[in-house]
Nanobody, 125 residues
Framework: QVQLVESGGGSVQAGGSLRLSCAVS????????LGWFRQASGKEREWVGS???????NYANSVKGRFTISIDNAKNTLYLQMSSLKPEDTAMYYC????????????????????WGQGTQVTVS
């Protein structure tokens, strides 16, 4: 029902910026919460931020003020603008979606997101 394809990862020096994109393809009329997650090597997948159908956005404390989530509905693309990057931001980044009433993001737990992209690697040195 939902296909997600990330792009835009790469290597960047500390203090630099990078923008990730997630092409969203939806085949049903359900409402969705869209989220960004990341997983560093040897660590659990963690929530970065999410956007609900009403446009409300929330961020993890670790990225608040540095990362910005946005969406271009005309292009069906979700973005994650990352600035002031730190080596600890190095991870595989994933976009994800969950189906919920009115597209409300009621959780940030990865296990509740039923749709995932393949991920894009971000390396900060």
């Amino acid at each position: 029902q939902v296909q997600l394809v990330e792009s835009g990862g790469g290597s960047v020096q500390a203090g630099g910026s990078l923008r990730l994109s997630c092409a969203v393809s939806v085949s049903s009329a359900n409402d969705y919460c869209l989220g960004w997650f990341r997983q560093a090597s040897g660590k659990e997948r963690e929530w970065v931020g999410s956007l609900d159908s009403d446009g409300r956005i929330n961020y993890a404390n670790s990225v608040k003020g540095r990362f910005t989530i946005s969406i271009d509905n005309a292009k069906n693309t979700l973005y994650l603008q990352m600035s002031s990057l730190k080596p600890e931001d190095t991870a595989m980044y994933y976009c994800a979606a969950l189906t919920s009433r009115a597209g409300f993001c009621y959780t940030d737990a990865p296990m509740n997101f039923g749709y995932w992209g393949q991920g894009t690697q971000v390396t900060v040195s």
